[in-house]
């Protein structure tokens, strides 16, 4: 049944990792919570791109509010350093209090010329039953 409520909602189980290239670990995070028991991360990111300057530079992700059973979405803010418009990929997870990931997907998101546009991710209640923490990678990947 969990299988079939992850489908519908568009997540996966899985979790792809080692794709980006910020040095973060598993067990840092981007940011965010959904519950008063989490408290909230913070996470400056460093800009490690080696594209030159005439292409688009990666932008930056965090988590502005976390999923509740009152409020069943994340709310995620991309910021765009370019000076013209992109489209960012970003990459998020819910997990439980063990840190076992209970969904995580990709979403695409475009953001005007130096601003930021946010984008909010839709928790299953099969996800808010057991969620502790919402994690989203602090680089959003240029596409």
């Not at 909602?9 to 959904?34: E, P, Q, V």
């Not at 069943?72 to 910021?79: A, G, K, Q, S």
Request: aromatic content about 4%.
């Amino acid at each position: 049944m969990a299988a079939v409520v992850l489908a519908l909602t568009g997540f996966s189980s899985g979790h792809k990792s080692g794709r980006h290239k910020s040095s973060h670990s598993d067990s840092d995070s981007g940011g965010g919570c959904s519950s008063s028991r989490q408290k909230h991360d913070s996470y400056t990111p460093r800009s490690t791109s080696t594209r030159s300057s005439s292409t688009l530079r990666d932008g930056t992700a965090r988590v502005v509010s976390c999923a509740t059973k009152a409020t069943p979405y994340t709310t995620v803010e991309v910021t765009n350093p370019n000076s013209s418009q992109a489209t960012f990929e970003v990459e998020f997870s819910f997990t439980d209090a063990s840190g076992r990931t209970l969904s995580s997907a990709d979403k695409r998101i475009t953001v005007p010329a130096r601003g930021t546009s946010k984008i909010q991710v839709q928790a299953s209640g099969a996800v808010l039953a057991k969620l502790d923490r919402c994690w989203v990678e602090p680089e959003a990947d240029v596409v």
